[in-house]
Every structure is written in structure tokens, then in C-alpha cells.
Nanobody
Framework: QVQLVESGGGLVQAGGSLRLSCAAS????????MGWFRQIPEKEREFVAA????????YYADSVKGRFTISRDNAKNTVYLQMNSLKPEDSAEYYC?????????????????WGQGTQVTVSS
């Protein structure tokens, strides 16, 4: 069982930065691949980034590549999403998720654990 708690969301101007954190419970965090997804009302959840058990395996949606960086600190049971050069279209509820797969996935259905979300709003 893994419990996830996101933090770090907020209001930022376009071009600014935010760092989201996702703290995980449990002693087996290092064996889970992690992902970040986002969703705006009345739209489907969208893949943002994922990181595998090996920190070298990272994946990004084309819309955030070069601006967002996913990382993990297994000693702190935490995964991060550094978001730079934010745009208004990045505004959404951001969720972190955990999967027992060793390699992160772009597909939400492959994640068995989800956090409650943190809101990111980017003003123009």
C-alpha cells in the first residue's frame, strides 16, 4: 500500500516556476515507478511526466519537454516535478501516481495509487 500527498501548487505568473512535491508513505517507495498527471475540469486526465525505478528513465509529454523535470529522492520517499517557463495552458490539478512497474508509463490505468492533487494556476 502506498499513500501519496502532493504539495507545492499555487498561483504563478506566466514564465515563472513552481516545484511540486509528492511524499509517499511506505518502505518500498524505491520499487515504484512514479508519474505526474494533470487534469482540468471536463477534460481527460493528461500525462505529464514519469520516472522509473532507475532515475535515468524519465519520460515527458511533448507539451512540457524542455520545461519540466521529474526527479525522485528515494531517501526522502519523494518525487518532484520542477516546472519552469510556465504557461497559462499548464494550469490544472496535478496528481502524482505510483505504479509497481519498474518503468514509468504514460497511461494512467497502469498506476494503482494516486494522490489527492494540487492546483496549479498560471496567470497571463
Amino acid at each position: 500500500q502506498v499513500q501519496l500527498v502532493e504539495s507545492g501548487g499555487g498561483l504563478v505568473q506566466a514564465g515563472g516556476s513552481l516545484r511540486l512535491s509528492c511524499a509517499a508513505s511506505g518502505r518500498t517507495f524505491s520499487s515504484y515507478a512514479m508519474g505526474w498527471f494533470r487534469q482540468i475540469p471536463e477534460k481527460e486526465r493528461e500525462f505529464v511526466a514519469a520516472i522509473g525505478v532507475s532515475v535515468g528513465n524519465t519520460y515527458y509529454a511533448d507539451s512540457v519537454k524542455g520545461r519540466f523535470t521529474i526527479s525522485r529522492d528515494n531517501a526522502k520517499n519523494t518525487v518532484y516535478l520542477q516546472m519552469n517557463s510556465l504557461k497559462p495552458e499548464d494550469s490544472a490539478e496535478y496528481y502524482c501516481a505510483a505504479t509497481s512497474l519498474r518503468i514509468g508509463s504514460r497511461h494512467g490505468y497502469q498506476y494503482g495509487y494516486w494522490g489527492q492533487g494540487t492546483q496549479v494556476t498560471v496567470s497571463s
